[in-house]
């Protein structure tokens, strides 16, 4: 009889561990799609250049805003060169505040760009960015893309204002 009682203790601590651990594992991927999902507050490098004669070429694909996300598709270039390492990634500038939030963003091909004024390879200068856009204020905000291609660190404003 004492046996059969330890057995459905065991029982009964196990079920409370694997929901534990169920919570656990659904907490921690919860934290992880937020981290890389959920735009996040940019402060400028001291080393930062911001772009003022509009060598770095650019230009945005695709803006399309949804009820709680934002996918953009953008592109950048130094002109005159080819793109060796890729770094670039969003910013997005409020227009009432100043602050400025980052985009988790991934390197994109753009086949258009393979070939540039004859001779250069932008290919790898494709942005490419999707996040939620919960806890932004609403407002409009400046597009920006901080260009770190081939160990460059220069913010250039793409003119494009993104309504959230």
């Not at 009682?5 to 601590?13: A, D, G, T, V």
């Not at 130094?78 to 985009?103: N, P, W």
Request: overall charge neutral.
């Amino acid at each position: 009889m004492i046996e059969k009682w330890n057995i459905e203790i065991n029982e009964k601590i196990y079920k409370k561990l694997l929901i534990i651990g169920m919570i656990v594992m659904i907490a921690y991927v919860l934290i992880t799609f937020l981290y890389f999902s959920v735009p996040r507050i940019y402060r400028m490098n001291p080393n930062t250049k911001i772009d003022m004669t509009g060598s770095v070429k650019n230009g945005v694909n695709l803006l399309k805003r949804g009820k709680a996300t934002l996918e953009i598709s953008a592109w950048a270039y130094r002109e005159g060169q080819s793109v060796q390492t890729c770094k670039s990634c969003l910013i997005l500038k409020s227009q009432e505040t100043g602050r400025m939030y980052q985009l988790q963003t991934d390197i994109k091909e753009v086949p258009e760009l393979q070939v540039v004024e004859g001779k250069y390879d932008c290919l790898q200068s494709g942005i490419y960015a999707k996040s939620i856009v919960l806890g932004l204020k609403d407002g409009n905000y400046d597009l920006l893309i901080l260009y770190q291609n081939d160990q460059e660190n220069v913010l250039v404003n793409t003119e494009v204002v993104v309504e959230i």
